[in-house]
Nanobody
Framework: VQLQASGGGLVQAGGSLRLSCAAS????????MGWFRRAPGKEREFVAA????????IFGDSLKGRFTCSRDNAKNTAYLQMDNLKPEDTAVYYC?????????????????WGQGTLVTVSS
């Protein structure tokens, strides 16, 4: 499956952004969809992952409550809604697809990756 992330940009602290991840090539609902990020100078970090039909999700530490994720299988698209953004949320955000039975927070569980979209949060 090919993944294309979009929706990044510059936003002030306290603002919101919604990232999209468009998938093509294979049946979208065969995959768990995950989001990761990499901040400058830091390791890649798990953000969120969503089950195949969007029934449940897991989140990285301290992100639940500010971030939500969803998907529209009819549109082959996953979304990451980010609210109350903070400067420390500045990173390149990646979407990824996994064939594991349940959502995982480890990057090795994901077989396909999008190219990343940059989110910059100014203070």
């Amino acid at each position: 499956v090919q993944l294309q992330a979009s929706g990044g940009g510059l936003v002030q602290a306290g603002g919101s952004l919604r990232l999209s991840c468009a998938a093509s090539g294979r049946t979208f609902n065969n995959y768990i969809m995950g989001w990761f990020r990499r901040a400058p100078g830091k390791e890649r970090e798990f953000v969120a992952a969503l089950t195949r039909f969007g029934g449940s999700a897991i989140f990285g530490d301290s992100l639940k409550g500010r971030f939500t994720c969803s998907r529209d299988n009819a549109k082959n698209t996953a979304y990451l809604q980010m609210d109350n953004l903070k400067p420390e949320d500045t990173a390149v955000y990646y979407c990824a697809a996994s064939q594991t039975p349940v959502p995982r927070s480890t990057s090795t569980a994901y077989d396909y990756w999008g190219q990343g979209t940059l989110v910059t949060v100014s203070s």
